[in-house]
């Protein structure tokens, strides 16, 4: 997969996110830029974070991304953008679908998530507000690491507006914490507050004031960035979200990784710096894995058959 | 699936539950009614249980099922009726698996946990006593909501016993609260308060009395009635625990489904109502789903040869 | 499977751990022996812990395994040994390995994993001290159950040495205490207390000295090497570790498996001791095990084509 050269975020036009790089260029901050809209969920909200996070990806310089919201607007993200006159749901459908018929349908939340699943970099949710919906389905659930104000109101909605959970929700969540906590959330529909015992794995670590979540997140970034080697966060992430179904075929796929990432710069400097005490210095970037470090998995391809995704 | 007419469900002659109707007969009240054998499993208890389940899914009227017991009963359940004379646990056995040989065998737990976790409304256990062996597995695990009085005594004894989890709780376990948990409460067998730590995300709410429990039950189960869709709980609870292997193909099905519910009437009241800051007024039944709602799954086939179920 | 007669382990020449026999022989606790060394992964080490556990597995005395430390070593177990001179990780490729090519490689840690999780009496992993590494992964993950000192520091420091995840660790974490928590532990390689709430399923117990974890340990295994059934131990954790995938063909597997447990003696006799309330007697081995209780998963064969283990 080829790398991005140095890209200017800032003027690619990107109206709807606002994108800039912080500490060295190694991070990456996205700031949702719809607080009028109570940033709601829009189709060229969905097709910029597509765009960026494919972008962040191939970027060899970005280590760790972090998504939020101006805390000042009136919600991290409220969902979805309310749908216009009397088109229901429906003014949610790609003309594509309509064309094609229900099987051409593609849940924009859902397209979403797997952008940010598929991303190999760090990432991290910043809920420095209230989330529902795809507030907090696309945007927090594939994410490494969820930060939260401690007064956000959270729902799954879903069943309580005749429709059911979207943004690969119904996949994430139940891996992520459960199907007991799972149902709870997605089947009351209800209002939840981060401290609720169904969400307890779900934040790394939640905040008194709506001001102290971005913080508290560049403070986690800046140590991954200077400390974690790229190829090895992108094989973890892999080894969790693509495993194998067994065990001993995990182990051989494991040693397989290891010796992929062991015998590469990274490996070497990760034991070196250890043995030396002193701080590692990671260069390996993405591209450079070797061959034993390519996907393992298929992915079935969600792309409508004339896409421009 | 066709539905069922009105039924009356006190002149069915139902013995061992109690079967009644509430909240404008959309929500049904089951009672455990063998208070004096300590509310234990029965084989004509599991055919009531297996009956009741499979009426009331059909049943248009009715959209929360809450399963409870006496409050001053000895015992929530206390897991299966001690074996009769010398027969040990293959008292248990069905005459039909005399017949057929090893393979025939139906442990009667997973026969009541099968058709519990098949039913397409909101179920709710109301456990105000002490619960023990089948009075955990089958009669908590396949439930969408687990509420309980904090003093109830909870064991999955059956190592102790000579044999091993059954009501399908080594499926249902490790998915609701994870394999640690599970392991820790199957293979002690000992007995556990609701507050200890390995079953913190199975309850949904926890009661100082016992008398406490029914009414909350209640409680939550007017609230989903009036403002849940019957199709879309259906699809959820299925898009849970009928889901598919990879996020890319849950994200098709997701797609699916809400182009499913949301072209259908309590879609678009769902957004209608929202809108104009109402209470909805969702009237879909199942039976009125549109073919992108039909189960996308395929079942195997539990029956014997032979059976009545 | 053939049981191994009455072994003296304390005569076997293990050089890196103790075993004792305790309980009437029915407790086996295996110590590291390497505290000069931190306590680190050798492949000596490797050799003897597969070892032992195979044998334990078939001695039919022993019904509880407890692994722990000397509580005064500078931790329980520091992770891998460094690799010596300048070779980097490959220190810790084995020389099958380094002919066959990558594919080769079986990761040590992982051969530790798998050796512990498919020994079928209960294990106890008696955590006092700090774990890293391959502490907290082949030394903790497999186990049934894991006891902790309070203090103790924990750490999955991978992605911080330029490496993935490994000792299976990457399939049994996220089936232990879900994705959420793991990825969090796994991504930011950071330090973490027992008590932090990503582990919090994690543990059975939590000791406030290094002293009080075995005795614990100890106090558990006596409860369970008295109270407890060989064969439905053995049954129970292969249903939850080598389930089915749905709950139709699990439910198939509990019936047979019931019906092979509650068929043979301990089956019948925690029916009686339960009627006659008295403490059970169980005396079945897992060679005695019934035909219904053979196997029912396949194992991919993770060995080198030339290789001892």
Redesign the interface.
């Known amino acids: 997969m080829s790398t991005t050269p140095n890209l200017d975020y800032g003027s690619m036009g990107f109206k709807e996110i606002i994108v800039k790089l912080d500490g060295d260029n190694t991070i990456a901050i996205i700031t949702l830029n719809r607080a009028n809209e109570r940033n709601t969920f829009s189709p060229l909200l969905v097709e910029e974070i597509v765009e960026v996070f494919g972008l962040l990806d191939r970027d060899d310089r970005v280590r760790v991304i972090i998504f939020t919201a101006d805390p000042s607007a009136p919600a991290f993200c409220s969902g979805a953008m309310?749908?216009q006159g009397d088109l229901?749901?429906?003014s949610?459908?790609q003309s594509e679908?309509e064309r094609e018929g229900?099987?051409a349908?593609?849940?924009l939340g859902?397209?979403v998530?797997?952008a940010i699943?598929r991303c190999r970099k760090?990432t991290i949710s910043a809920v420095n507000g209230h989330a529902v919906g795809a507030g907090i389905t696309a945007l927090q659930l594939p994410f490494?690491?969820?930060l939260i104000w401690e007064g956000a109101k959270l729902a799954f909605p879903?069943?309580?507006?005749?429709?059911?959970?979207?943004?690969?929700s119904?996949?994430?969540l139940?891996?992520?914490?459960?199907?007991?906590?799972?149902?709870?959330l997605?089947?009351?529909?209800d209002t939840y507050s981060p401290r609720h015992?169904?969400l307890?794995?779900?934040y790394?670590s939640i905040h008194p004031n709506r001001s102290n979540v971005l913080p508290a997140a560049l403070q986690?970034a800046y140590d991954?960035a200077e400390?974690?080697?790229q190829?090895?966060?992108a094989?973890?992430?892999a080894?969790?979200?693509r495993?194998?179904d067994?065990?001993?075929?995990?182990?051989?796929l494991?040693?397989?990784?290891?010796?992929?990432?062991?015998?590469?710069?990274?490996?070497?400097?990760?034991?070196?710096a250890?043995?030396e005490r002193r701080k590692?210095g990671?260069e390996?970037k993405l591209g450079d894995m070797k061959g034993?470090l390519r996907p393992w998995w298929t992915?079935?391809?969600?792309r409508h058959r004339k896409a421009k995704l």
């Not at 067994?246 to 051989?252: A, G, K, N, S």
């Open positions: 309310l749908p229901g749901w429906s949610l459908y679908a229900p099987q349908h593609r849940d859902g397209v998530t797997i699943l760090i490494d690491f969820r879903f069943v309580r507006r005749g429709i059911a959970p979207e943004a690969c119904s996949y994430l139940p891996k992520l914490i459960g199907n007991s906590a799972s149902l709870g997605f089947l009351s529909g015992h169904f307890q794995p779900l790394y986690l991954l400390n974690t080697s190829p090895a966060i094989m973890t992430k080894l969790v979200w495993g194998k067994t065990i001993e075929e995990q182990h051989l494991e040693s397989l990784v290891f010796r992929g990432l062991s015998g590469a710069g990274d490996g070497n400097e990760g034991v070196r250890f043995k590692v990671f390996d034993e992915e079935v391809d969600i």
